[in-house]
């Protein structure tokens, strides 16, 4: 059965994407594991960071995004949504990482997010616009090993729709202040929406991203979380921490022709990479 997480925070520009294409990359190049990414995120970021965005106008063009899946349910008699005609076999931009497929997205859910959330529920015919997402991929998830869904940066129905196929989730957060300052919110609306539709969903744990080793605030700040953590406040925070570096900043860029893990994830970067998906694995298969 396919371990299915999402990645979550608040915040934007915390490395939730970043986090989850690494994951994927890592996941398929070292762990040799099936994985599906679902872009959730009108920003498109991991679609982009995966195809290139030359690749994702084209599909966007031709409405084979996740926007689509969405818009059918406000348009019931123009069902357009076409799984495999979305579906992108075999991305990423590291030569060893071949199986990975991605759902991409489109700046069109901020629109479609918008009319969901104001179209009177009886308007859906019996369809609960939560579990959109779920119909359309529930025969395929068993495809993969592991799927990583990108949530955008709010609770909103498009990240519910996420979470409802999710066992788990993580949440990737630079240690500061304004960062984390989501998280218990997060957890608590996450529990009783699990609650809501009686399917588990767990928080497997924080990921810290672009740690800064010399700053004080930083140091504190996964101090804090870890104290949390030790006090049963908070959720596990993951040993492996991923640096600031110009490096991630870098791998974001699609390119053309393929790479290694370590030459996308040069100096150390394909190692944190690795322990953290470890840990990842380690607490989706414990
Ligand atoms: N470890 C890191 N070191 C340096 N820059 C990073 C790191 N992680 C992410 N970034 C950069 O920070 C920005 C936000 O990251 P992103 O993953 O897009 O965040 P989110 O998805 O939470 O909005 C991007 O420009 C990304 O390249
Ligand atoms: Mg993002």
Not at 120 to 139: C, D, H, M, Q, T
Not at 171 to 193: H, M
Request: hydrophobic share 40%; net charge negative; charged share 25%.
């Amino acid at each position: 059965m396919a371990h299915v997480i999402s990645t979550i925070n608040l915040k934007g520009g915390v490395g939730k994407t970043t986090t989850t294409v690494a994951l994927a990359e890592t996941l398929s190049g070292g762990f040799h594991k099936r994985v599906l990414v679902i872009d959730l995120d009108p920003q498109t970021n991991a679609t982009t960071m995966l195809i290139g965005e030359e690749k994702w106008r084209k599909l966007n063009d031709s409405g084979r995004t996740l926007a689509r899946l969405f818009k059918d349910a406000l348009e019931p008699n123009n069902k357009q949504f076409d799984f495999d005609a979305a579906l992108q076999k075999g991305v990423s931009d590291v030569s060893a990482a071949h199986t990975i497929d991605l759902l991409p997205s489109s700046l069109d859910l901020i629109d479609v997010q918008d009319q969901l959330a104001s179209t009177p529920s009886g308007k859906f015919y019996s369809v609960n616009p939560i579990e959109l997402l779920w119909r359309a991929v529930k025969s395929k998830l068993d495809d993969y090993d592991v799927v990583i869904v990108d949530c955008p940066p709010n609770l909103g129905i498009i990240t519910l729709n996420g979470l409802r196929i999710s066992q788990g989730y993580i949440i990737p957060t630079i240690p500061d202040i304004l960062s984390t300052y989501g998280i218990p919110q997060i957890v608590t609306r996450v529990r009783e929406f699990s609650q809501e539709i009686a399917e588990p969903i767990e928080p497997l744990g924080i990921a810290i991203t672009k740690y800064r080793a010399q700053s004080t605030t930083h140091i504190n700040g996964l101090r804090r979380l870890k104290g949390e953590e030790d006090a049963g406040k908070g959720p596990h925070v993951f040993d492996t921490v991923i640096p600031e570096t110009d490096a991630v900043a870098a791998a974001a860029e699609h390119l053309e022709h393929q790479r290694t893990l370590k030459g996308k994830y040069p100096r150390g970067l394909a190692d944190s990479y690795r322990s953290l998906a470890g840990e990842v694995l380690a607490k989706l298969e414990g």
